[in-house]
């Protein structure tokens, strides 16, 4: 084991990886092959999960793991923390008058602590630093039927443009060590291509790196390569991470936040060996070991959710589909229309008013679609055994969603037809009150944003 601790991950720069992979066979539980095992609950009130949830430590093939299960046995979090011998177990241990759980390596270096009565829940932990070829990956089965509108994962050389695409707040945060390293890997030409304030502060912060540097800035060096990022995709309607050199060997997974809301601040992307993800209340950052994480329970988001006002400018809901009619890509996450004017329409065959203005929406829809306007009709998780043949039969072109049923209670209809405006900054711009469909004037300010947002 000690030549795994001699092994480091090479400091290399930024860049956003991102991950839909193929279809995996499913493993068995490594745990069942655990040379050593321990769990504590959580106990059983909401905060905490409810009754069944735990964390579990255990020791296979040499690899400590740590993570966090919930009532059904699936993981809110699982990663891998050092090399362990099963004679020397790591201690669990509740902090805080049982408000945190901790697990600790036996060398007292490694630990993770999750905090989870807290709002979010956050975790923290300090790894060991293993080479790829050191530890099997995580079961990276969880991805499969996984949605991740960017496509597959990808190496990536650091070429300047790269490297100018991360923010000087990286750089101000990373720690010095892996700032000098940074340098140090990325060479005199990718260096010489940041902006003067961003090269002003890392000099700042490390002008000893710059020692060796300062007189061949401008010469060309090899570009470098990424193999440390960030992974996401949503699944089930929650948002998963998984932290690790490539897309095929993770160290670090999380089940970050249910998707229930349009994220307002979604960021991401990767640095000198660690990666950062950020989606509203919930973040992620990974740095030479060092992880900090805050995630949302499904607890605090219906929390969140059932004291959500929709009004003028509110962050909208995503919607949820059992199927599609005419589908349209992403159409289920309504972020994904960021810059687009969105128009949702909640009907039913069997009301015949609702069925009138789907006519008309159909019409918008092919009328202005070239012009940033989506169209999707949710139709009603009731009676929609016959929403297929009614939309051949008319020949109708606009995406259909079937809803699940939760679309309409998180938009409040109870009765169809019911209408949503978004803008294009993806926020909610009117609401229908008796079924009323949006004025010509409200469309075309959505779509030329001209005047005052009208409100008839």
Not at 52 to 65: K, S
Not at 202 to 209: G, L, M
Request: aromatic share 10%; glycine share 8%; with cysteine.
């Amino acid at each position: 084991m000690s030549s795994f601790r001699s092994m480091k991950y090479q400091i290399l720069a930024a860049a956003t990886l991102l991950l839909s992979g193929p279809y995996i066979t499913a493993a068995a539980d490594p745990a069942d092959q655990a040379q050593w095992s321990e769990s504590v609950p959580l106990g059983d009130s909401p905060w905490a999960g409810g009754p069944g949830q735990r964390i579990e430590a255990y020791i296979v093939d040499g690899l400590l793991h740590v993570r966090r299960l919930d009532q059904n046995d699936s993981p809110r979090w699982h990663l891998i923390l050092a090399e362990a011998d099963p004679n020397q177990p790591p201690t669990l241990e509740q902090l805080g008058g049982g408000t945190a759980i901790e697990v600790r390596h036996a060398n007292g270096m490694y630990f993770v602590r999750d905090t989870f009565r807290s709002f979010p829940s956050t975790l923290a932990a300090h790894r060991q630093q293993l080479a790829p070829e050191a530890f099997a990956s995580l079961d990276t089965t969880l991805r499969q039927n996984g949605i991740d509108g960017e496509g597959q994962g990808y190496r990536v050389d650091v070429t300047p443009d790269k490297l100018r695409e991360i923010p000087l707040e990286t750089f101000a945060s990373v720690d010095s060590t892996t700032l000098a390293g940074l340098v140090k890997q990325l060479g005199p030409e990718a260096l010489a291509s940041l902006d003067p304030a961003t090269l002003a502060l890392i000099k700042k912060r490390v002008p000893e790196a710059f020692a060796s540097l300062d007189s061949s800035m401008g010469q060309s060096s090899p570009p470098r390569v990424l193999q440390r990022g960030i992974f996401k995709w949503e699944k089930d309607g929650q948002l998963w991470v998984a932290l690790g050199p490539n897309r095929d060997h993770w160290d670090t997974l999380i089940r970050l936040t249910p998707t229930v809301f349009v994220p307002e601040k979604p960021n991401r992307g990767a640095f000198a060996d660690g990666a950062f993800l950020t989606w509203d209340d919930a973040h992620v950052w990974d740095s030479s070991g060092m992880l900090i994480a805050s995630y949302a329970s499904p607890f605090i988001v219906d929390h969140k959710q059932k004291n959500h006002k929709l009004v003028r400018g509110a962050v909208p809901f995503n919607i949820e589909a059992q199927r599609w009619i005419n589908p349209i890509e992403k159409g289920d996450r309504i972020g994904w229309f960021l810059g687009k004017a969105v128009l949702l329409h909640f009907w039913a065959t069997w009301s015949p008013e609702s069925v009138e203005q789907l006519a008309h929406y159909d019409e918008l829809y092919k009328k202005h679609k070239n012009q940033g306007l989506v169209v999707i009709a949710i139709h009603s998780a009731e009676e929609a055994d016959d929403v297929d043949a009614f939309i051949a039969e008319r020949g109708y072109t606009l995406p259909i969603a079937v809803d699940e049923g939760a679309s309409a209670q998180r938009y409040g209809v109870w009765n169809f037809p019911q209408s949503v405006l978004l803008d294009r900054e993806c926020r909610i711009a009117w609401l229908s009150q008796e079924g009323e469909m949006p004025s010509p004037a409200q469309l075309e300010y959505l779509l030329d944003d001209t005047d005052k947002f009208p409100t008839h």
